[in-house]
Each structure stands twice: as structure tokens, then as C-alpha cells.
């Protein structure tokens, strides 16, 4: 019961998102000008999900005030406002997946997922995030070390 109450704060708390049977978050939104949706994936957290929304939201919409979005602060810099929707939609996946990330190694880290009451997420560093130049999509590559005992646990 205690888990579903939370759910439903995590719904109001943040637009755009809605939470699966089987507990992942998931977001999707309108493509303006089109009875189409566009998929923005399936997460872990209800943050992960919030962020996604939040840059297809920006994207597409252009708000005249970020006051409308979850995580204002969170917005790459380097995003275009000529993007197609399929370049939209791979730009809020990586950033939802981005936080996601984030939230997973800052759990394992501190066996607790850190949201402050405001909603912001603690201990989050944009710059960690987007690179010290916040350029989007510019990843650095590094070795991957990944097993299947990760998976089976």
C-alpha cells in the first residue's frame, strides 16, 4: 500500500511521466502539430523519466518560462531548436538514461536515492553530466567492464 502511495506522489510531483504495472517509469509526449507521440523510453527512476520529458518538452514546445518543466536546471545548453522529432526523442532517452546512471551509481554509492524536498536531485552535477563545456551528446570514451554476474543478481 506505502508503495503505491508513492507512486502517486511521484505522478503529481512530476509531469509527463506515468509508472508501469511491473515499476518502471516511463515518458512520452505530443508532437506538436500531429496526432503523433513520441516515445521517450522506459526508466528506472521517476526522475530518469522527468528529465526525458523535460528536454522533449523544451524541444519541442519552447516555453517562454522553464516554471512548466521537472528539472529546469537540468537542461543541456547545446540543445537545437531546429531538431527533428527523432533526434528529439534520442536526445531525452540519452538524458533520461544519463540520470538514471546517475541515480543507480549515487544509490550503490550511498545504498539511498537522493531527492531533496524540492524535487532536485542532491547529488547531481550537471557538469559531470554534459562535460565541464556541457556539450550534449559528447561522450568520453572509457572501458566498459560489464559481466553477466551484473545481470543475474
Known sequence: MESNV???????KYKG???????K????????????????GSYATPEAAAVAHDVAFYCLRRPPSLDSLNFPLMLP?????????????K?????????????????SANNETEVNGNGGIQALDTKQFWGADESFG??????????????LN
Open 25 to 40: 517509469w516511463v515518458s512520452e509526449i505530443r508532437v506538436p502539430g500531429s496526432r503523433d507521440r513520441l516515445w521517450l
Open 138 to 151: 559528447q561522450w568520453e570514451e572509457k572501458e566498459l567492464s560489464i559481466s553477466v554476474d551484473d545481470y
Open 91 to 107: 536526445a531525452a532517452s540519452d538524458a533520461g538514461m544519463a540520470v538514471d546512471a546517475q541515480m543507480v551509481l549515487n544509490k
Open 6 to 12: 508513492e507512486e502517486n506522489e511521484a505522478q503529481k
Open 77 to 89: 545548453a547545446s540543445l537545437n531548436a531546429e531538431m527533428s522529432p527523432k533526434s528529439v526523442q
Open 17 to 23: 511521466i506515468r509508472r508501469r504495472k511491473w515499476g
